[in-house]
């Protein structure tokens, strides 16, 4: 029930100022006990989910070292793709790594090279161009690494000219190259009713909801077609 302050006493103003504290005051140490009680309860769970998921993964992948060992000395071969997709009626797994790419201390020297091969080159309207396809070529990512897919159009253009310096040091960069792989992946789908494939979260973050929760705590967020908060 709302009191109005106006109406009291100095003698009661002075009690319901201080009964608000005290309430205030007993909020407060509430909500920090109740943090203090849910996170380790909810941390606890989310370590099961965790370990649960690394045994799951581990048990995949032994899975299916069987699969492809039956599979390499049935067609003689054992590929080095990086990834291998499995596939029946209904359901599909994919397993593998993935990688990013790396580069040893030599690609520094390969990089001196071709740009001294730059710097010979005639001054004209062509080799301008040509000077600019090669330093894009030679651009690096936000983690100052080069890009393998590039280097690869930088190799192909060595045989347009005649220049030991640059083909040499392209070939040193190609040499330095020195991929770090970055993760071990599962990825599965299941072929839904309309007859396509569609992805099964295994992330928290991409899990949907149990069928008919809500939440509502955030209702007054409300998210755009494009999923941005406004």
């Known amino acids: 029930m709302s009191i109005d302050l106006t109406k009291l006493s100095a003698a009661d103003l002075k009690r319901e100022l201080a009964r608000r504290e005290e309430a205030k005051t007993e909020n407060r140490e509430a909500y920090k006990a109740l943090v203090l009680e849910t996170v380790p309860k909810v941390f606890d769970e989310i370590m099961y989910a965790s370990n649960y998921m690394k045994d799951l993964k581990g048990?995949?992948?032994n899975y299916f070292k069987d699969v492809m060992e039956l599979k390499a000395a049935a067609?003689?071969?054992k590929e080095?793709?990086?990834?291998?997709?499995f596939t029946d009626e209904k359901y599909s797994i994919t397993i593998g790594y993935r990688q990013t790419d790396g580069?040893?201390?030599t690609a520094s020297a390969g990089i001196a090279k071709v740009n001294t091969f730059l710097q010979s080159l005639a001054t004209n309207e062509d080799s301008a161009k040509l000077v600019e396809s090669i330093n894009f070529l030679l651009k690096k990512d936000a983690k100052d690494n080069l890009k393998a897919n590039?280097?690869?159009e930088l190799q192909k253009m060595t045989s347009k000219f005649n220049s030991p310096?640059?083909?040499d040091g392209v070939d040193i960069i190609v040499k330095s190259y020195k991929p770090v792989r970055s993760c071990w992946f599962v990825e599965a789908s299941v072929l839904g009713k309309d007859g396509k494939w569609q992805t099964v979260p295994l992330s928290m973050s991409a899990v949907d909801f149990p069928a008919g929760f809500e939440f509502n705590f955030f209702s007054d967020t409300k998210l755009t077609e494009d999923g941005n908060s406004n």
Do not use: L
């Open 59 to 61: 048990r995949i992948f």
């Open 80 to 85: 080095k793709q990086a990834s291998h997709t």
């Open 75 to 77: 067609y003689e071969i």
């Open 150 to 152: 590039r280097v690869m």
């Open 103 to 105: 580069w040893d201390d």
């Open 165 to 167: 310096e640059f083909t």
